[in-house]
């Protein structure tokens, strides 16, 4: 069920004050305040629904998964104007990833938490997760930022420019972004072994331009083009700090994981940023997803991801 807490006289990295902001949010698992909380935050198309039948990271967050459902208290925001709350984003760009962050810390601070066990999220949300830590490093005892970045690559952004000018320039924003930004969630192998450039008898289209289109509509009945345009920007603005050396004023234990086939955040950045960090601080591991699918595989090899985060979540 969704709930809604109000973050009143908030002042955006932009300088513009807003009196109040609606954060919806869901919780699941034992009841606030009687067993350890687990912050989950969502990726671009993602909401607060992650657990549950529909959840949509509910093989992970379950008591078959890696983190006991029956052991943790999960909350999960929704970040405003992602539009899974009814509410729509008048200027898409009016927050930052950093803006995000303060607001999903005052929704936290205002439930009267004071510690969480852990921050987690993966892509844009794993991000967030830096983001989150890097504002508040004593909040977390320990954090996931999955498949992610804590500053916007290059790379990055040049796939968020291309996702930018297709919103402002197709005639079908939503369906087309998404087509392009399928070829950066999964690799060339996944499509390639998945589709062996197969074309259904009568059909003019190959089999793979029917999956991308078939994704671009399913977007579409789902996903409002403001939202749509709201998480792209957010994900342009990832910018927790300049250099990877600035993380370790976190406190928390940090367990990176990175996905060896990610076309979006790529895996050599990661091994990059532990390098740096693993030399100044003790409390940092990386796994490593092995997976022909990409930067997707976080929502795809559950055996994995769950065996790396099972041993964080003890029962006991
Ligand atoms: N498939 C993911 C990729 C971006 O993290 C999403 O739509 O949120």
Same mark, same amino acid.
């Given at each position: 069920?969704?709930?809604?807490i109000?973050?009143?006289?908030?002042?955006? /990295?932009?300088g513009? /004050?807003?009196?109040?902001i609606?954060?919806s949010?869901e919780?699941a698992?034992p009841?606030?305040g009687?067993?350890?909380?687990?912050v989950?935050?969502h $990726?671009?198309?993602g909401n607060?629904?992650?657990?549950?039948?529909?959840?949509?990271? &509910?093989?992970l967050?379950?008591?078959? %998964?890696?983190i006991?459902?029956?052991?943790?208290t999960?909350i999960?925001f929704?970040?405003? %104007?992602?539009?899974y709350?009814?509410?729509e984003?008048?200027d898409?760009?009016?927050?930052?990833?950093?803006?995000i962050? +303060?607001?999903?810390i005052?929704?936290?601070e205002?439930? %009267?938490?004071t510690e969480?066990?852990c !921050?987690?999220?993966a892509?844009m949300g %794993? +991000?967030?997760?830096w #983001?989150?830590?890097?504002?508040r490093? #004593?909040?977390?005892?320990?954090i996931?930022p !999955?498949?992610?970045?804590?500053?916007?690559?290059d790379?990055?952004?040049?796939?968020?420019l291309i996702?930018? #000018?297709?919103?402002?320039?197709?005639s =079908?924003?939503?369906?087309?972004?998404r087509i392009? $930004?399928?070829?950066c969630y999964?690799?060339?192998? +996944?499509?390639n072994?998945?589709?062996n450039?197969?074309?259904?008898? #009568?059909?003019?289209?190959? =089999?793979v331009?029917?999956?991308l289109l078939?994704?671009?509509?399913?977007l579409k009945?789902r996903f409002k083009l403001?939202?749509?345009k709201?998480?792209?920007h957010?994900?342009?603005?990832?910018?927790?700090c300049?250099t990877?050396?600035e993380l370790a004023? !976190?406190?928390?234990d940090i367990h990176?994981?990175?996905?060896d086939?990610?076309?979006?955040?790529t895996h =050599?950045r $990661?091994v990059d940023?532990? &390098?740096?960090?693993s030399?100044?601080?003790? &409390?940092?591991t990386? =796994?490593?997803? *092995?997976?022909?699918?990409?930067h997707d595989?976080?929502?795809?090899?559950?055996?994995?991801l *769950?065996r790396?985060?099972?041993p964080?979540?003890?029962?006991?």
């Open positions: 069920m969704l709930k809604e109000v973050i009143k006289d908030f002042r955006s /990295e932009k513009v /004050e807003h009196s109040d609606t954060l949010y919780l698992g009841s606030l009687s067993a350890p909380i687990v989950v935050n $990726a671009l198309t607060s629904s992650v657990t549950g039948e529909k959840g949509w990271w &509910n093989k967050i379950s008591d078959e %998964g890696g006991p459902l029956s052991h943790y999960i999960s929704n970040i405003p %104007g992602n539009g709350d009814g509410r984003s008048t898409p760009e009016s927050f930052s990833l950093k803006d962050a +303060s607001l999903f005052k929704g936290i205002s439930l %009267g938490i969480v066990y !921050i987690i999220g892509s %794993g +991000s967030l997760t #983001q989150m830590a890097h504002l490093p #004593q909040l977390a005892k320990k996931f !999955i498949a992610c970045d804590y500053r916007a690559s790379w990055l952004l040049t796939q968020t996702q930018k #000018q297709i919103l402002a320039n197709s =079908d924003p939503l369906r087309d972004a392009h $930004a399928m070829s999964r690799t060339p192998q +996944s499509l072994v998945r589709f450039s197969t074309q259904e008898e #009568q059909e003019q289209l190959y =089999d331009e029917r999956w078939y994704h671009g509509d399913t009945k403001s939202a749509y709201v998480m792209t957010l994900t342009y603005s990832i910018a927790v300049k990877a050396l004023q !976190i406190h928390s990176m994981v990175s996905i086939s990610d076309l979006l955040f =050599d $990661a940023t532990y &390098n740096e960090l030399d100044i601080k003790n &409390n940092i990386l =796994d490593t997803i *092995n997976s022909i699918h990409g595989a976080f929502l795809m090899e559950y055996e994995q *769950n790396i985060v099972k964080y979540f003890p029962t006991l």
